[in-house]
């Protein structure tokens, strides 16, 4: 199915690999459209209900291709990034905000340049022992672009993220968790399964359609004010009422045993 990604579904979980371990899965634009295709993939499938990205190998993702970043400082280019990008707004995993379900980061080795991105844009992060994050950016003499200059202040603060942007150091997991990139620390041997036991148990306890609405929330609210967000929130707690799930969720506590909320996606 894919060249430069594994992708299995075990319901409830789809896992997403990065595949070229002895590129340390850097991205080539190929895998970057593969990538979002399978998302996409995910997004539309009604087994699915959380999404999960590691790396094949010892990392994560280290970003680009040294070859693709050639191409791309060179003048006169295509713009191969079409494709791959959001539609609406620049920046490679931009779209991420926008899928419906929630994307788990499960970060073994290093997590550098688009790497970092992409871990910083997913829903949740888990962190192997041997993780390291790196911006890498201003030391390519580049900024920090596609997005992680806006997230990484929601995630650490602003302080914590210019210190990040503009040393380009390495941090490891242990300093990532600290300063709140990270949600999950796990032995390294764990990394994967904790990231896809976390999905089951979202699964198993919460409504796919609450996930949905509450990850919208918490992204719309990071740019409106209280009022507008109060009034978003109402609105959308208002639908959830009529929703099968809401009978579904009292009438499970009620007779005491597990809930059976209805799945998200096209078929």
């Not at 707004?89 to 970060?107: C, N, S």
Request: charged share 20%; glycine share 8%; proline share 4%.
């Amino acid at each position: 199915m894919y060249d430069h990604i594994l992708y299995t579904v075990d319901d409830p979980v789809a896992t997403i690999t990065l595949n070229r371990p002895d590129q340390l899965n850097a991205f080539t634009y190929a895998m970057l459209a593969e990538l979002r295709d399978a998302i996409e993939r995910s997004a539309a499938d009604k087994s699915v209900v959380g999404i999960v990205i590691t790396g094949a190998g010892r990392g994560f993702c280290a970003g680009l291709d040294a070859e693709v970043l050639a191409q791309a400082s060179a003048p006169g280019q295509p713009d191969r990034e079409q494709g791959v990008e959001n539609d609406d707004l620049p920046g490679l995993f931009t779209y991420l905000l926008g899928i419906e379900k929630p994307i788990i980061a499960a970060v073994n080795g290093v997590a550098a340049g688009g790497g970092f991105v992409l871990a910083a844009l997913s829903d949740i992060r888990f962190a192997g022992t041997s993780a390291a994050f790196t911006t890498i950016f201003s030391k390519r003499g580049l900024i920090s672009e596609h997005g992680s200059a806006w997230i990484l202040p929601r995630l650490m603060g602003a302080g914590r993220a210019l210190d990040l942007l503009w040393s380009s150091r390495k941090i490891d997991a242990q300093q990532a968790y600290e300063m709140g990139l990270v949600e999950y620390l796990t032995q390294d041997d764990a990394l994967l399964a904790a990231a896809q036991d976390y999905v089951r148990e979202l699964s198993a306890n919460v409504s796919p359609a609450s996930l949905k609405d509450t990850k919208r929330l918490v992204y719309d609210n990071l740019g409106i004010e209280f009022g507008p967000a109060l009034r978003q929130a109402h609105a959308l707690q208002e639908a959830s009422l009529l929703r099968a799930d809401a009978v579904e969720g009292v009438k499970s506590y009620v007779e005491r045993r597990p809930p059976n909320f209805d799945r998200l996606g096209d078929d």
